[in-house]
């Protein structure tokens, strides 16, 4: 396994980012191979790594051998293939990264921050992992910094559904603000996270609640693919991109 030697520079903080694409999905059978504007899904998280050149390294950790050899095509990339037990559908994301970090560390590969770029996060663009990168390296207080987008409808004025069939509001007296009078609320974009080395020393599980700080992005960075027409999407928010701006 070669360290990227196309990073910037030298100096600064050593990086990593580590891309899990698990060869078992059941909703999209092989979907971080699936094809996406004429390309694997998981080219656009290696490309978009590999062109930001900030990092001394960018892996691909698989339990598939066809994504495995498809990742190892690409100059610069390295890969490993996970251990079983943390290839089923009770494996975390967390525990990978965990692993893949502690395997380099007894190699001698120790690393000063450790990102995690989904195989699916097509939508991510260099400017992103730049201002993120920033963002971490200036405050010195942030460990654990997780991309998320804005609700782009106010969660105050969700509803469920009763056996009854009638709905019942979260907080129905919200109903009589503004949407931008009200409190905004964010998810887990799903596609990016940056840490510190030291946070996997401190929390062996998980980031426990209220230690992520945020990184905002644009809803469209951050699209779940979890079903087949979010690949038709993705595609469409892709092709956005190349129309001539008004």
Not at 206 to 225: C, R
Request: aromatic residues 8%; charged residues 25%; contains cysteine.
């Amino acid at each position: 396994m070669d360290f990227n030697q196309s990073k910037i520079s030298s100096g600064g903080p050593k990086r990593i980012a580590i891309i899990p694409a698990r060869g078992g999905s059941k909703r999209i059978p092989g979907k971080n191979l699936a094809r996406v504007s004429g390309k694997p899904i998981i080219n656009y998280p290696i490309t978009t790594a590999l062109d930001s050149h900030l990092f001394d390294m960018v892996l691909v950790s698989s339990d598939d051998q066809a994504i495995l050899d498809h990742a190892s095509a690409f100059p610069g990339v390295s890969v490993n293939r996970r251990p079983d037990k943390l290839a089923d559908d009770m494996s975390t994301v967390y525990s990978v990264i965990r692993y893949e970090i502690q395997r380099l560390t007894e190699t001698g590969r120790v690393f000063d921050q450790v990102w995690l770029l989904s195989a699916t996060a097509c939508l991510l663009e260099v400017n992103d992992l730049t201002m993120m990168s920033e963002l971490l390296d200036q405050d010195l207080f942030i460990e654990s910094l997780l991309g998320v987008s804005e609700y782009q409808v106010p969660i105050q004025w969700a509803m469920s559904l009763k056996q009854d069939g009638k709905l019942a509001s979260i907080d129905f007296k919200s109903f009589l603000n503004r949407s931008q009078d009200l409190v905004k609320y964010y998810h887990d974009a799903g596609c990016i996270a940056a840490f510190r080395n030291q946070v996997f020393e401190k929390h062996l599980g998980g980031i426990p609640e209220g230690e992520f700080h945020a990184f905002v992005l644009d809803p469209n960075k951050g699209l779940d693919i979890d079903h087949p027409s979010d690949l038709i999407l993705a595609e469409a928010l892709l092709k956005t991109r190349e129309m001539p701006s008004l």
